[in-house]
């Protein structure tokens, strides 16, 4: 992989007719750091031997813009200008169509040049949005005095509606025009930092021709697949290869799940439940317990987990994200109560690893909860006290590890936190695990107000400082 200046990133070049573009999102980058192996799956697929493959960067940083000064990250509107200056000179010029495979804010750079400049509509050929926030974000609005990119994300903000209504206008069935390229609207499913409802819902109403899809995994995972197995990467070849889009019961179903479409969900699911996957029992599991049918949901995952206080805590881990996306405290207070009595039950049992598990998410829950931070503290430390004497009676092993170092966060102590993480890290967890892992730990930090904590999480995790 060579570079063929300071913003493009060059995967492959053999001159040929087409090409894909790989667009970041906020801060991200042109490099494998974003994408991970995603450009080469594409580049090692023979049926794509015939594209050309650049991965595009643009400024984007998580920090203050301050008026005046030198430099500052140009707002979506100025990105876009830029994405268009890109394609309409060396090397991506030459191309007779680009497929635009965009990840979160990246997606609103592509949807505003699309409705800015039509000759750019004209040469791009296929548009993939991954975790793209096309209806905004709520928890943007808490920093739109920050950053101009944060404040052009904001849910129901003018950039928003303003790309909402010019996109239905554009390209819109209303408007009597149809999308003039290939469209996919992509959502994790595990998604913390972009609700389904965002990626998913602008798309569905006024763009009968538009593509959605809901893949495993959360907001990097979806962009940073393991294999070409992955669902990312196989939506992404059969998407270029012009074949039938990923469908049937489980896609449609989890669109639905991830739109809030239960009984739908339900309808589509229900039927096939004997064929289902571990994912997919998971995703009917949520779809039957939001309908109120929690013994239906109980029983099916116990059915493909085993043990009851293992399907508790699938189920409640599901509400648990879900909450953290969208703030329903509904889903916050059944969380907690499944938690709860998958506890009891494992204490009852002697099963001390069920019980930390289940235990450490009971404090995690208060702790996250609780609008008072006094007392929120207080309970979550009380429960942790809990957890660490059940981790002392379990066996040693990363779970266990990790568990404890959250714990001990819990009760502000970080040195002895940080030497349980090392030990969870040298028990070699996956990628995917580290990084949720992390990202758990830095949560718990920030509840806690432990700022140094965070320093030094990072430079545990990540080597950095």
């Known amino acids: 992989m060579t570079k063929s200046d300071t913003h493009l990133v060059e995967h492959r070049n053999n001159r040929s007719d087409t090409a894909v573009v790989f667009i970041h999102g906020f801060n991200g980058d042109a490099s494998s750091g974003t994408w991970g192996d995603f450009p080469d799956y594409v580049r090692n697929n023979p049926a794509h031997a015939n594209r050309d493959i650049y991965s595009l960067g643009y400024a984007t940083k998580l920090s ?45 750079v592509v949807q505003r040049a699309l409705v800015d400049y039509d000759d750019l509509a004209r040469v791009v050929s296929h548009v993939f949005l991954f975790g793209t926030p096309s209806g905004g974000l709520a928890k943007a609005s808490l920093f739109k005095m920050l950053n101009r990119q944060v404040r052009d994300m904001v849910r129901n903000g003018p950039f928003v509606k303003d790309l909402r209504y010019r996109w239905v206008l554009r390209f819109g069935d209303a408007a009597g025009k149809t999308l003039p390229f290939k469209f996919w609207a992509v959502a994790g499913d595990r998604d913390e930092f972009v609700p389904a409802g965002s990626s998913l819902e602008p798309f569905r109403k006024h763009f009968s021709q538009a593509s959605v899809c809901v893949v495993l995994g959360n907001h990097l995972d979806i962009i940073k697949p393991l294999s070409s197995n992955h669902l990312s990467a196989q939506l992404l070849f059969k998407g270029l290869q012009g074949t039938a889009e990923i469908s049937g019961p489980w896609s449609g179903a989890a669109v639905a799940v991830e739109s809030r479409e239960f009984v739908n969900a339900i309808e589509l699911f229900e039927p096939h439940q004997e064929e289902l996957d571990t994912d997919a029992a998971t995703l009917l599991a949520l779809a039957l317990e939001s309908v109120g049918r929690s013994k239906d949901a109980m029983a099916l995952l116990e059915k493909y987990k085993g043990s009851s206080t293992d399907a508790m805590g699938v189920l409640a881990g599901r509400l648990k994200r879900r909450w953290l996306v969208e703030r ?138």
């Open 328 to 465: 329903r405290a509904a889903d916050a207070l059944r969380a907690r109560e499944l938690y709860a009595e998958a506890y009891k039950i494992a204490e009852q049992a002697g099963d001390h690893a069920q019980a930390f598990y289940h235990g450490i998410n009971i404090a995690f829950m208060d702790l996250a909860y609780s609008s008072t931070r006094t007392e929120a503290k207080a309970n979550a430390s009380r429960m942790a006290a809990k957890v660490l004497l059940h981790c002392k009676s379990a066996k040693p092993e990363k779970w266990r590890f990790a568990t404890e170092a959250e714990a001990l966060l819990m009760q502000g102590e970080s040195a002895a936190a940080l030497g349980r993480y090392k030990a969870y890290i040298e028990e070699c967890p996956s990628p995917r695990e580290l990084e949720s892992t992390y990202m758990q730990a830095k949560k718990v930090a920030d509840l806690m107000g432990l700022r140094n904590a965070n320093d030094q999480l990072d430079s545990l995790f990540l080597g950095i400082g």
């Open 64 to 108: 203050i813009d301050l008026v005046g000064l030198w430099e500052a990250c140009p707002d979506i509107s100025k990105l876009a200008c830029f994405l268009h200056t890109c394609c309409t000179n060396p090397p991506l010029d030459r191309y007779k169509s680009l497929a635009l495979v965009a990840h979160s804010m990246g997606g609103l």
